[in-house]
């Protein structure tokens, strides 16, 4: 084996004027100036932080940021210069040199492209951002990268390489063997003193000293930093996550009209920093401020993952999210749980889902039929006379969109085919999502294009809303309804080095507007509630006087003891997770193990990371984030197995509820309700409506359900609830006069039962009639409980023994 000396001197004799072999000076000198730009290029992605460093510092970054790069560059030209060496034959020569070139064209171009990458994601490409933009149902991050990769950027790569090669070939002619050996020897000492360096401390993210090929080979096979996060959520967990208990908000009185209409009104890629009433600095939803003086706002609602289709499952599943970087849509499309629409639609709301955007995008259309809405609508299924924006582009695919204003105009159409029919009816906004459709006739807000863009495209879904809520006042349902304004995710704009939306859990990614509005219920009320996406359906279900099914995570707002912090994670720049509670914000990074902590109280915009000044409270901080994970894994198990019902929170079992309404004809409805024999109490459906001088329409009916809450003392393992009709009374054949009793729902201890789960007791005394369990006659039905862990447990030893 050759010694180094000796082959430093073999190889510098291959450089002396004159000498005919010119193929390892030109690769000796390629990799010299590849070296060179990669170190503007690693100066460029270090700017900010050297720029704010003294001449010793500034110069450690350098050598911690070129490691990884000259190191590639080091190893890919003295291996190729001792190959072509040590070979004669011209062809294999050739052969080696032609596969050099394109290496050292693709660490170039690499080398490039992250600059773009850490501008847009805060850290290199890898395999968790290519799965999650993938190229038959792509996403915002490769379509934003096709936007700035503009033919001003391939012009400057384009010149980069020739400049590179090029240079390499007129220098080869000049030689310079001295000259290329104290650069090579230089690239491999600053490798020597920046390998010293990665285990420091510097207060810059790891990701801007990563290599773009190491990141993304890397990732290969990695699960993204799950298994961190796993790690950290490895201990014994409570049924609920450990933050403090919420000092709780009043619940509003049950208004004198009745609600019987919900609106979910969702803001697509909308952060609470880009809407007035909640900070923002351009005036661009006039209508969402002026509709808040009938509202309650959350000043502090948070979306626990920011993208679209974790969105969907954390608001129709209300739950926070499977710790996963494939969402639940996608992974378990056919998850058994209950969901929002379809609580919704068996209590008697007839359910739409419209989308401005198309519904295949990322499966949507898959997730919103198994929740259980009636009618779902996008862009295809109607003429939009302001605008479809649509893409021929295969990579795409599913990106077009129509004006939020012709969807706006769908939703009224729907409405409008049964206005008197109670509804709950969906909305996802479109011309916000990337890349941003501005409208018609835009404003000039900002002079950055695509952001001026964003707030225009935000200004018409803003309109669209206020097209919303001028229909429901012109038609006399603003009473009756309950809008809920959400929204979807966040979006950045370069706030801690990011944009779009789902490379971060900053506040610019995670924090949204929230409002419940109604006249009836609001006057204008903000609270400082740390609610989250999740907290949205249980919310409905409670002010809408609908019993709330216990597999749901979320809480209503007005519950007391809830919880006062919210978990949040974005699984694709490392498998980040965080929480907020009070004015505490933690975020820590599952694969390179990074942590921030920000007390949001002095710190809104989170520039100062307290973790690398305040060690005890960043260790308090992360074993409480362990627990949440815990906490929330333990819950994530249980609602996959559905065998852990007996160790979680137990519901409430005091209260026997009953949504009920019935024809009158003498006199209302009445029902006596007994649990395992004993007699539970009575109840009169005095809204149920008079059929004694003419027949009653269903819609009638529907009208007339009202709610019954009837204490009860239960077992420790209750087991059957009875219910009779007490008064049928009929005026005769051929007469409209008759009192029956409709019964829609029970529920008792966090379960409701549905007419499907009734027993007749009496033969042909009542049956199934639409959505609801009539009787007909004086008789009873019974309904089987279901037992819990424990009580299956104890039925199951008192057999074992007999």
Same mark, same amino acid.
């Given at each position: 084996?050759?010694?180094?000396?000796?082959?430093?001197?073999?190889?510098?004799?291959?450089?002396?004027?004159?000498?005919?072999? /010119?193929?390892?000076?030109?690769?000796?000198?390629?990799?010299?100036?590849?070296?060179?730009?990669?170190?503007?290029?690693?100066?460029?992605?270090?700017?900010?932080?050297?720029?704010?460093?003294?001449?010793?510092?500034?110069?450690?970054?350098?050598?911690?940021?070129?490691?990884? @790069?000259?190191?590639?560059?080091?190893?890919?030209?003295?291996?190729?210069?001792?190959?072509?060496?040590?070979?004669?034959?011209?062809?294999?020569?050739?052969?080696?040199?032609?596969?050099?070139?394109?290496?050292?064209?693709?660490?170039?171009?690499?080398?490039?492209?992250?600059?773009?990458?850490?501008?847009?994601?805060?850290?290199?490409?890898?395999?968790?951002?290519?799965?999650?933009?993938?190229?038959?149902?792509?996403?915002?991050?490769?379509?934003?990268?096709?936007?700035?990769?503009?033919?001003?950027?391939?012009?400057?790569?384009?010149?980069?390489?020739?400049?590179?090669?090029?240079?390499?070939?007129?220098?080869? /002619?000049?030689?310079?063997?001295?000259?290329?050996?104290?650069?090579?020897?230089?690239?491999?000492?600053?490798?020597?003193?920046?390998?010293?360096?990665?285990?420091?401390?510097?207060?810059?993210?790891?990701?801007?000293?990563?290599?773009?090929?190491?990141?993304?080979?890397?990732?290969?096979?990695?699960?993204?930093?799950?298994?961190?996060?796993?790690?950290?959520?490895? !201990?014994?967990?409570?049924?609920?996550?450990?933050?403090?208990?919420?000092?709780?908000?009043?619940?509003?009185?049950?208004?004198?009209?009745?609600? /019987?209409?919900?609106?979910?009104?969702?803001?697509?890629?909308?952060?609470?920093?880009?809407?007035?009433?909640?900070?923002?600095?351009?005036?661009?939803?006039?209508?969402?401020?002026?509709?808040?003086?009938?509202?309650?706002?959350?000043?502090?609602?948070?979306?626990?993952?920011?993208?679209?289709?974790?969105?969907?499952?954390?608001?129709?599943?209300?739950?926070?999210?499977?710790?996963?970087?494939?969402?639940?849509?996608?992974?378990?499309?056919?998850?058994?749980?209950?969901?929002?629409?379809?609580?919704?639609?068996?209590?008697?709301?007839?359910?739409?889902?419209?989308?401005?955007?198309?519904?295949?995008?990322?499966?949507?259309?898959?997730?919103?039929?198994?929740?259980?809405?009636?009618?779902?609508?996008?862009?295809?299924?109607?003429?939009?006379?302001?605008?479809?924006?649509?893409?021929?582009?295969?990579?795409? =695919?599913?990106?077009?969109?129509?004006?939020?204003?012709?969807?706006?105009? *769908?939703?009224?159409?729907?409405?409008?085919?049964?206005?008197?029919?109670?509804?709950?009816?969906?909305?996802?906004?479109?011309?916000?999502?990337?890349?941003?459709?501005?409208?018609?006739?835009?404003?000039?807000?900002?002079?950055?294009?695509?952001?001026?863009?964003?707030?225009?495209?935000?200004?018409?879904?803003? *309109?669209?809303?206020?097209?919303?809520?001028?229909?429901?006042?012109?038609?006399?349902?603003?009473?009756?309804?309950?809008?809920?304004?959400?929204? @979807?995710?966040?979006?950045?704009?370069?706030?801690?080095?990011?944009?779009?939306?789902?490379?971060?859990?900053?506040?610019?990614?995670?924090?949204?507007?929230?409002?419940?509005?109604?006249?009836?219920?609001?006057?204008?009320?903000?609270?400082?509630?740390?609610?989250?996406?999740?907290?949205?359906?249980?919310?409905?279900?409670?002010?809408?006087?609908?019993?709330?099914?216990?597999?749901?995570?979320?809480?209503?707002?007005?519950?007391?003891?809830?919880?006062?912090?919210?978990?949040?994670?974005?699984?694709?720049?490392?498998?980040?997770?965080?929480?907020?509670?009070?004015?505490?914000?933690?975020?820590?990074?599952?694969?390179?193990?990074?942590? !921030?902590?920000?007390?949001?109280?002095?710190?809104?915009?989170?520039?100062?990371?307290?973790?690398?000044?305040?060690?005890?409270?960043?260790?308090?901080? /992360?074993?409480?984030?362990?627990?949440?994970?815990?906490?929330?894994?333990?819950?994530?198990?249980?609602?996959?197995?559905?065998?852990?019902?007996?160790?979680?929170?137990?519901?409430?079992?005091?209260?026997?509820?009953?949504?009920?309404?019935?024809?009158?004809? =003498?006199?209302?409805?009445?029902?006596?309700?007994?649990?395992?024999?004993?007699?539970?109490?009575?109840?009169?459906?005095?809204?149920?409506?008079?059929?004694?001088?003419?027949?009653?329409?269903?819609?009638?009916?529907?009208?007339?359900?009202?709610?019954?809450?009837?204490?009860?003392?239960?077992?420790?393992?209750?087991?059957?609830?009875?219910?009779?009709?007490?008064?049928?009374?009929?005026?005769?054949?051929?007469?409209?006069? @008759?009192?029956?009793?409709?019964?829609?729902?029970?529920?008792?201890?966090?379960?409701?039962?549905?007419?499907?789960?009734?027993?007749?007791?009496?033969?042909?005394?009542?049956?199934?009639?639409?959505?609801?369990?009539?009787?007909?006659?004086?008789?009873?039905?019974?309904?089987?409980?279901?037992?819990?862990?424990?009580?299956?447990?104890?039925?199951?030893?008192?057999?074992?023994?007999?």
């Amino acid at each position: 084996m050759m010694e180094p000396d000796a082959m430093a001197q073999d190889v510098a004799g291959t450089l002396e004027p004159g000498h005919r072999d /010119r193929m390892v000076p030109f690769v000796l000198w390629t990799g010299v100036l590849l070296g060179l730009i990669l170190a503007v290029v690693r100066a460029v992605a270090l700017g900010e932080a050297m720029g704010e460093s003294g001449l010793g510092r500034a110069l450690g970054l350098m050598a911690r940021g070129l490691t990884q @790069d000259w190191l590639i560059v080091l190893a890919l030209t003295l291996i190729f210069a001792a190959l072509l060496h040590a070979t004669a034959i011209r062809p294999l020569r050739r052969l080696l040199l032609f596969v050099f070139a394109a290496l050292a064209l693709a660490v170039l171009l690499t080398g490039l492209a992250n600059l773009i990458a850490l501008r847009m994601l805060g850290a290199p490409l890898t395999m968790d951002w290519a799965a999650y933009a993938d190229m038959t149902n792509t996403d915002v991050v490769l379509d934003y990268m096709r936007r700035v990769v503009s033919w001003k950027v391939v012009a400057t790569g384009l010149a980069v390489a020739i400049g590179l090669f090029g240079g390499a070939v007129v220098l080869t /002619r000049w030689h310079g063997a001295s000259m290329i050996l104290a650069i090579l020897a230089l690239m491999a000492g600053t490798v020597i003193a920046g390998s010293s360096l990665n285990n420091s401390e510097s207060g810059v993210a790891l990701a801007r000293f990563q290599n773009p090929i190491v990141a993304f080979v890397a990732s290969l096979g990695r699960d993204g930093g799950l298994s961190g996060i796993t790690s950290l959520g490895k !201990q014994p967990a409570d049924a609920t996550p450990p933050f403090n208990l919420a000092e709780p908000i009043k619940r509003p009185e049950r208004p004198a009209k009745p609600l /019987r209409n919900v609106i979910i009104f969702a803001y697509e890629s909308t952060p609470a920093n880009q809407v007035s009433s909640w900070g923002g600095d351009q005036p661009v939803t006039p209508f969402l401020d002026a509709a808040l003086k009938h509202a309650l706002a959350f000043n502090r609602a948070y979306a626990h993952v920011p993208a679209s289709n974790y969105f969907l499952v954390s608001i129709f599943a209300a739950l926070v999210p499977e710790l996963s970087s494939i969402s639940m849509l996608a992974s378990r499309p056919d998850l058994d749980t209950v969901y929002l629409p379809e609580v919704m639609r068996a209590n008697g709301f007839r359910t739409a889902f419209f989308n401005s955007s198309d519904n295949r995008f990322q499966n949507t259309e898959g997730l919103v039929r198994t929740a259980g809405f009636e009618q779902i609508g996008d862009y295809r299924d109607w003429e939009c006379e302001t605008g479809v924006y649509e893409y021929s582009s295969v990579t795409d =695919k599913y990106l077009n969109t129509s004006s939020d204003l012709c969807t706006v105009k *769908q939703i009224i159409g729907w409405i409008e085919k049964r206005p008197k029919a109670p509804f709950f009816v969906s909305f996802r906004t479109g011309m916000t999502h990337y890349p941003y459709f501005p409208g018609e006739d835009p404003q000039q807000f900002v002079e950055d294009e695509t952001y001026n863009d964003y707030l225009n495209a935000l200004r018409v879904g803003d *309109q669209s809303f206020g097209k919303l809520m001028a229909y429901l006042d012109e038609k006399g349902l603003a009473e009756e309804t309950l809008v809920v304004v959400v929204g @979807d995710h966040g979006e950045a704009f370069g706030q801690h080095g990011t944009y779009v939306h789902a490379a971060g859990i900053h506040e610019e990614n995670v924090h949204i507007p929230f409002a419940l509005i109604n006249p009836q219920l609001f006057s204008g009320e903000r609270t400082d509630l740390i609610v989250g996406i999740a907290d949205v359906g249980p919310t409905i279900t409670d002010l809408m006087g609908i019993a709330t099914p216990s597999l749901w995570e979320g809480r209503s707002v007005f519950a007391r003891k809830r919880p006062d912090g919210v978990m949040f994670f974005s699984p694709w720049n490392g498998f980040l997770v965080g929480y907020r509670e009070a004015d505490e914000k933690f975020i820590y990074n599952g694969n390179t193990k990074e942590i !921030q902590l920000y007390d949001l109280a002095v710190d809104p915009g989170e520039k100062n990371n307290l973790a690398e000044t305040d060690p005890e409270a960043t260790s308090a901080a /992360r074993i409480k984030l362990g627990k949440v994970i815990a906490a929330h894994n333990r819950y994530i198990d249980w609602l996959l197995t559905q065998s852990g019902a007996a160790s979680l929170e137990q519901a409430d079992r005091s209260v026997i509820e009953i949504v009920a309404s019935g024809t009158s004809y =003498k006199s209302p409805p009445e029902g006596w309700v007994m649990m395992d024999g004993e007699h539970v109490g009575g109840f009169k459906v005095t809204t149920a409506p008079s059929n004694a001088e003419r027949a009653v329409s269903q819609e009638e009916i529907d009208a007339g359900y009202a709610t019954f809450n009837l204490p009860v003392q239960a077992g420790e393992c209750p087991r059957r609830i009875e219910l009779y009709f007490l008064n049928d009374e009929w005026a005769g054949e051929g007469k409209t006069g @008759d009192t029956d009793l409709y019964i829609r729902s029970v529920s008792f201890a966090g379960t409701t039962y549905y007419f499907n789960r009734f027993e007749p007791i009496e033969k042909k005394a009542g049956g199934h009639a639409g959505g609801s369990y009539r009787f007909w006659r004086k008789g009873g039905a019974s309904i089987d409980l279901d037992l819990d862990q424990s009580c299956l447990g104890a039925d199951f030893a008192a057999e074992s023994t007999e």
